[in-house]
């Protein structure tokens, strides 16, 4: 029987969010994500279908959190490999809604795999863009600890 593993995610109150400048490419369906042992994250939109760059459409979060990875060569001495996407951090989400969810900007580090390990976005250009929010905390901000267990 497999243990249950806990993962601690922080959650800030009182967080000020102002509008940035600068703007951020969204996830494609084409985009290469990757888990740190270099499997790949299988990505298939469904829902964000009349968006699309290139006749390709953008991804939004609740279709790559969940979303399988093929190749992981995590030995199973560290955990085995890593087979789907557990959680994409919120900081990540686009400010743009389509069909109630929002999309996922390509910032590198995107999430976590069902092992712990982090999943990272490769950048790469398109012609889509969404303004970036900027996430700002007070010092005395109070910090609480959601905990995610499966």
Known sequence: MARKKTILIPRIEDINVTPDT??????LEDNTLLCL?????????????????????VMLHDEIQGA???????PPVAGGPCTKVALVFPYTYSKHKVNNKHSVYQMGLIGVSNKGYPVLSIPKGNKIKFALAKIQ??????IKYDRIIW
Request: net charge positive; proline share 8%; hydrophobic share 30%.
């Open 37 to 57: 042992h270099g499997g790949k994250v299988n990505l298939k939109a469904k829902k964000a279908k009349r968006i699309k760059y290139n006749n390709v459409p």
């Open 22 to 27: 600068s703007c951020m490419h969204p996830i």
């Open 137 to 142: 905390a007070s010092p005395l901000a109070k």
């Open 68 to 74: 399988s990875i093929s190749g992981c060569l995590n």
